[in-house]
Every structure is written in C-alpha cells, then in structure tokens.
C-alpha cells in the first residue's frame, strides 16, 4: 500500500479533530476537498475518497455509486451489481457479504467498520491496494482508443480491480497475476483479439496461473462479478483464463467443468 503525505495526515488530523456529533446526510466528498474527514460515524479519514454518514437500502447518489464500486465483487455467484447510486436489495445484500468476508457484522449497512475496512483496502488513487492501473493497462498509457472514451475505459478498469480484489482475498489472499487489461482497437487487432472483445472497455483482464491454477481462477471468478469468463478447454485460452464484466453473460472453461 503507498504511503500516506505527511501532509494529508495532518490535515486528516485537524479534520477529524472539527468533525463530531451527529450523523452526517448519505453522502461522500474527495479526500482533497475541504473538510473532507469523515464525522464521527464514519471510520479514519483516507486521502482517496471520504463516506461522511451512514449508508443502507433507500440511499442514493455519488456516495452510493463510490461504495457500489468497491463492493462490486460481492453480488453473489453469477450476478453483478449495477454501479448506479442508488442502494437497493442487491447492493444490500452485495455489502453483507463484504462485512462477511472481513469478520464484520453483516447487516449490509455501510457505516463506520465498513468504510473503515475500505479505507485499509485501497490507495490514495482509489484501487485497491493489491492492484494497479499501470496492470489493467499495458497497451494504450492514457486509455485512448478503444471502444468508449478513456475515462470510460479507466472508470469500468477501476470497477474490474475492486472484483479482482474480492477473488484475491476469497482465494486466500494469494497474488493473482494479471498479464493484460485494456485494449485500444488497434492493439486489440494486433493480438488478434474478438471484434467485439470486452477488454475494449476496460471491463476485461487476463491473469496467470499464479499458485491458484488456470481452473481455480477461473471457477473463484464465478462469485464475484465477472459475467464473462473464458479458461482452458475454449479456444485460444489455455494458457490464461480471461475474465471480465458487462451485459449478458457468456462462461466457458470447458476443462474446467464451466
């Protein structure tokens, strides 16, 4: 995990030291905009982004859509949660099972362990901490070039990294290696990838065997938010399991028993 500025520590500091009494509106606001430390109920302030009030079913906007992000990995086996702001039974449900999985009470409420444990789980540039933009792009630096805009692109690579965070820590904690991410058309061409290939959006990413194995990868991703997942036993896949998110669902890894 980066290192925090010195000077974002004071400031969270002499934020946290103003902020008491009371619970704060559902809403959220960027670490680097003032006053940005959470009140009271919210958990430690964070130089990424910043929940300043408890969240559950019936809350809406920017703060929800923030939250949906990192819980988008926890939508149950072969769902996906929208990342749409507004908090509704999936996202309760999809919260329950992140407090589940790190020993919180799962009322599917976000409050102040939730943030809390969020906070710990991620850098100052909002990925979680055991995985990087630079490896979810190794073909176009500015995400320029493919099938949406580029901040598209960066946008729906950030929501692919939260769910591979889910599946990490599902597995154990074990490094999953992630050898490809997003693709410009043209790159995507160059390797000889699908017309219509998913990693055009930054909703793909391809990993390595790593100590869980091709089937374990690809069978783990099944849980966590991954509508397409491509292993051994389908065409071109031995050697990586491909997964990623978006409409429809399409899952085959034949080798696999998927």
């Not at 374990?216 to 509508?227: E, I, K, V």
Request: a positive charge; one cysteine or more.
């Amino acid at each position: 995990m980066r290192s925090r500025p010195v000077g974002f520590l004071l400031s969270a500091l002499a934020g946290a030291a103003l902020a008491f009494g009371g619970t704060a509106a559902a809403s959220a606001t960027p670490a680097s905009a003032p006053g940005s430390a959470p009140t009271g109920n919210v958990g430690t302030a964070d130089a990424c982004y910043n929940w300043s009030g408890n969240l559950q079913e019936g809350s809406s906007g920017e703060a929800v859509r923030q939250l949906q992000i990192r819980v988008a990995g926890y939508p149950g086996t072969g769902n996906q949660i929208a990342i749409d702001g507004v908090f509704g039974p999936a996202t309760k449900a999809a919260v329950a099972r992140f407090q589940a999985a790190y020993g919180l009470a799962a009322d599917g409420i976000a409050g102040a362990q939730t943030f809390s444990k969020i906070y710990a789980l991620q850098d100052d540039d909002c990925t979680p901490v055991n995985f990087t933009y630079a490896e979810l792009n190794r073909c176009n630096s500015d995400w320029s070039g493919g099938k949406v805009s580029a901040a598209t692109a960066r946008a729906n690579a950030l929501v692919t990294m939260w769910k591979l965070q889910a599946m990490r820590h599902a597995m154990g904690d074990r490094p999953i290696t992630v050898n490809g991410g997003f693709r410009s058309v043209s790159c995507n061409s160059a390797v000889g990838g699908a017309a219509n290939s998913r990693h055009m959006y930054g909703h793909a990413a391809d990993l390595g065997a790593g100590s869980q194995g091709f089937c374990g990868l690809a069978q783990a991703a099944r849980n966590h938010g991954f509508t397409e997942i491509l292993g051994p036993g389908y065409p071109g896949h031995n050697d990586h399991t491909h997964v990623a998110g978006g409409s429809g669902r399409f899952w085959s890894a034949p080798s696999c028993g998927i």
